[in-house]
């Protein structure tokens, strides 16, 4: 009888210990797993490096959800209407203080990705065409008078362009690729010359000059990278007056825009974010477009800040097309820059 029990204990003691290996053998084999967290579930996770900067979230102004939009080229005008441009048909769309909508530039095929107002009121649009020639147009401000400033068969692909004090503009080819490079940034004189500033880069994308106009900032989509350039003059860079300021993480770069105070947003196309820099390229803060963790609204593209405010309008289209485009509205650091289009 003695015997016996102490076969079953010596039983019992076995399969407690066998237990307590597969359990230790268990947590030994969790703890080597990789488990998603909150964070990292989500299709676009913010990198460690930048998810510690200052934080807002955008809230939606104007929803577009019933019709197929690419939102680009996001501008206010003189009359303080918001202007930007549909990709898809080549359309500008203009919205009032009140929000109306309307179409000042009809569907056509330039395929706009760039729009900015020149000071006596023109609208010149930035248009990859059909991605193997593009174009800069320019239009009065009720959308007539269609007239071509680089034609396509200047071999550019215009994707964005911004203005100088002189009315000349920078505008950014988007040509080439990550081993190819064979874009650039140019400037356009006011008598139409065309002057090479920064060659062989992979896809510039945006453009945005700083408000004394002697520094501008460029978004290398296919590198993934922020460039700063020293002017000496508009056609001129300073000597060491170029640099990479920032290396991107993620899907790439898009439009630019710049604050009073010098700072510069980046617009985080695929991400549904803006990431903010201050004069010298550091990063500061973002803007968050909501519903980002979901994957809504991931297209954001372009943004521009209520003259006189430090409002910012957003414009982002939904990647699956389900929930069409949207304005969205926040605020910045610093009041906008006063536009060069709008001295």
Known sequence: MKRHKWCVTAAVLSLLVLGVAHAQATDREGSRALAYTTASRTPVPIPPS????????????????????????????????LLFVDMFTGRVLKVAPDK?????????????????????????????????????????????????????????????????????????????????????????????????????????????????????????????????????????????????????????PDGLRVDADGNVYAAMFHQGRVLVFNRNGLPIGQILIPGRDKGRFLLTTSMAFKPGTNEIYLVATDGDGTHGATVFRTFGFAKAATPFSHQ
């Open 50 to 81: 930048e998810i510690g900067l200052q934080t807002v979230t955008s809230e939606p102004w104007l929803e577009l959800t019933d019709q197929r939009l690419f939102l680009e080229g996001a501008v206010f005008d003189k009359a303080g209407n």
């Open 100 to 252: 109306a909508v309307t179409t000042v530039v009809d569907p056509n095929a330039i395929a706009p990705t760039g729009l900015a107002v020149h000071k006596d009121g023109r609208l010149f649009l930035a248009g990859v065409g059909n991605m193997t020639s593009g174009s800069i147009v320019s239009f009065e401000p009720d959308g007539r008078g269609r007239a071509e400033v680089i034609p396509p068969s200047a071999g550019y692909l215009p994707d964005d362009l911004v203005f100088d004090s002189a009315g000349g503009f920078y505008f950014a080819d988007l040509k080439g690729t990550s081993t190819q490079p064979s874009g650039g940034v140019y400037y356009a004189s006011p008598d139409g010359r065309i002057s090479p500033i920064l060659p062989n880069l992979a896809a510039a994308n945006g453009v945005a000059l700083s408000p004394d106009g002697k520094t501008l900032w460029v978004t290398e989509y296919a590198r993934n990278v922020l460039h700063r350039v020293t002017l000496a003059n508009a056609t001129t860079v300073a000597p060491l007056g170029t640099a990479t300021a920032y290396h991107f993480t993620g899907p790439s």
